[in-house]
């Protein structure tokens, strides 16, 4: 967390959209690879966040986690 918090503040912004970019215009492997780190990513703040959401706010990320990995796997397996 000290090593995001030294960056500034585009980095984490731009490196997000980049990724979604990537999953969302490239094909196969790559845009599945671009959308599980995204995934992870997303993942990790919402594990950070835990103790402070709120039942709605849990369900919210466990859904948008749940949608993000499920179309990762159909980029993947190229049904999308």
């Known amino acids: 967390m000290v090593f ?3 960056m500034p503040r585009w ?3 731009t490196a997000v ?3 979604l970019a990537i999953g969302m215009i490239g ?3 790559v845009a ?3 959308l599980l780190a995204l ?8 594990y950070l966040n835990w103790p402070a959401l709120d039942g ?3 369900l919210l990320r466990i859904a948008a986690l749940v949608v993000l990995v499920g179309f990762a796997v159909g ?3 190229e049904q999308f």
């Open 39 to 46: 995934a992870a990513f997303l993942a990790w703040f919402a």
């Open 75 to 77: 980029r993947g397996l």
């Open 11 to 13: 980095t984490l912004l």
């Open 32 to 34: 599945a690879a671009a």
């Open 56 to 58: 709605s706010g849990k």
């Open 4 to 6: 995001l918090h030294r």
């Open 17 to 19: 959209f980049v990724l």
């Open 27 to 29: 094909g196969g492997w």
